[in-house]
Structures are given as C-alpha cells and as structure tokens.
Nanobody
C-alpha cells in the first residue's frame, strides 16, 4: 500500500503564500511514481491543480494556477511540494496529494493513490 500525508494548509489572506507538503510512504511506493495535487472547493467538483513526473523534469498546471503555483519534489525524502503564491479567495479548497503507478504525469491520467487532504482557506 501507499500512504500520502499532506501538511501545510491553513488560513491566509489574499496575496499571501503557502507551501503544501506531501510525504509518501508504504511498502509498494516507488520513487519512480508520478505525483500531483488536486483540489475540491465546497459545492464544486474535484479539479486537477498540478502534477510532476518522477524525475521532476516535466510539470503540468491548471490554467487557473499557472504562474502562481509551483510543484516540485525531493525523491530522497519521498516528498512533493506545492508552493502557492498570490493566493486568491477562489483557491479556497481541500487540497489532495495524489500519486500514480507510472513515471508519467499529467492531468489526463488517473491517480491511484490519494491523501486525506489539507484545507486551504484564503480570505479577502
């Protein structure tokens, strides 16, 4: 099994920054797995935010966060990060860390493993 544990969420004001972290573990987790982030706002469907290939050489972002969010990973620590700058009230959501059994990342793929989520709230 694979466990994904998110941290770093909280309540911030508009234009503030936050960095989310996701630590991966488990007997079957491989550092070659692609990882990413999804989010779900109240009353809305879950949506893709960002993803990163196993090497970190390829990254993907939703248009709504491009230029403001940066995804990165530290394979030595089995950890993926989401640096969120210039936060907006519409970024308020539960953010989920995800992983898939492939080196390849992207919004079009299914992700088999999901964390429990961390709440991010951005006030005006």
């Amino acid at each position: 099994q694979v466990q994904l544990v998110e941290s770093g969420g909280g309540l911030v004001q508009a234009e503030d920054s936050l960095r989310l972290s996701c630590a991966a573990s488990g007997r079957t987790f491989s550092r070659s797995y692609a990882m990413g982030w999804f989010r779900q706002a109240p009353g809305k469907e879950r949506e893709f935010v960002a993803a990163i290939s196993w090497s970190g050489g390829s990254t993907y972002y939703a248009d709504s966060v491009k230029g403001r969010f940066t995804i990165s990973r530290d394979n030595a620590k089995n950890t993926v990060y989401l640096q969120m700058n210039s936060l907006k009230p519409e970024d308020t959501a539960v953010y989920y860390c995800v992983s898939r059994r492939s080196e390849v990342a992207g919004p079009q793929y299914e992700y088999e493993y999901w964390g429990q989520g961390t709440q991010v709230t951005v006030s005006k």
